[in-house]
């Protein structure tokens, strides 16, 4: 059980494209979901937390209008990267909770995106 | 002080080693604890949960120190396989949520 599945795997992109990334949790109802990012041998970095049906909390630095975040039902959060640039270029991995607030999240199986 | 520190290692152990890691965290209001591991280019995957009174899963064996604010992870007999990156991760209550925060991860090779 508590599977996530993230789409697209890879993207690769010119510089001012928007990228839109898909979050489903396949056999349980996220009420929240969780979007990260990692750099190369960096640690993962919190960027936002989504919640089913209000608007996403975004962590500190992390540019609302550049990062949209939509969870409109229980089993789906979408992240867009819009007008992306080679600095956005990183491994975004989402992630959703089962039940209660104090469980562990799950993970998807992360996007990687490459921006030219 | 970072929220949640590890030592990045990497821990460099022999088959068949036992190996510990430990993870301090700073906000003593957290309420749950997790290991998890991740492979090179990987997402992270759940190992276990840290229970109060510790808790062991097969060679695992993962311990919380709310005293000292630390969670411990202990690996028996060492496989090849276990290569990794272990992430400690521990939710912080905020206004009736729970926000997860990572640590930095230890990186673990197992050589034969």
């Known amino acids: 059980g508590a599977v996530v599945s993230q789409h697209p795997s890879r993207v690769i992109c010119k510089s001012g494209t928007s990228v839109k990334i898909e979050c489903r949790s396949l056999d349980f109802q996220a009420t929240t979901m969780f979007w990260y990012r990692q750099f190369p041998k960096q640690s993962l970095m919190l960027m936002a937390t989504s919640n089913e049906g209000s608007k996403a909390t975004y962590e500190q630095g992390v540019e609302k209008d550049k990062f949209l975040i939509n969870h409109a039902s229980l089993t789906l959060s979408t992240l867009t990267v819009t007008s992306a640039h080679p600095e956005d270029s990183s491994f975004y991995i989402c992630?959703?909770?089962?039940?209660?607030?104090?469980?562990?999240?799950?993970f998807g199986d992360g996007t990687r995106l490459s921006i030219l | 002080r970072k929220e949640v520190e590890q030592d990045p290692g990497p821990f460099n152990v022999p088959e068949g080693a036992t190996v510990a890691f430990n993870c301090t965290y700073s906000n003593s209001a957290s309420q749950s604890f997790f290991w998890y591991r991740q492979d090179c280019r990987k997402e992270p995957k759940l190992l276990m949960s840290v229970y109060s009174s510790g808790n062991e899963d097969g060679r695992f064996t993962a311990q919380l120190n709310r005293a000292s604010q630390y969670i411990s992870l202990l690996i028996r007999d060492s496989k090849l396989s276990d290569s990794a990156t272990y992430l400690c991760v521990v939710n912080r209550g905020t206004g009736g949520s729970y926000i997860p925060t990572f640590g930095r991860g230890t990186s673990l090779i197992v050589h034969p």
């Open positions: 992630s959703a909770r089962v039940g209660a607030s104090n469980q562990p999240q799950h």
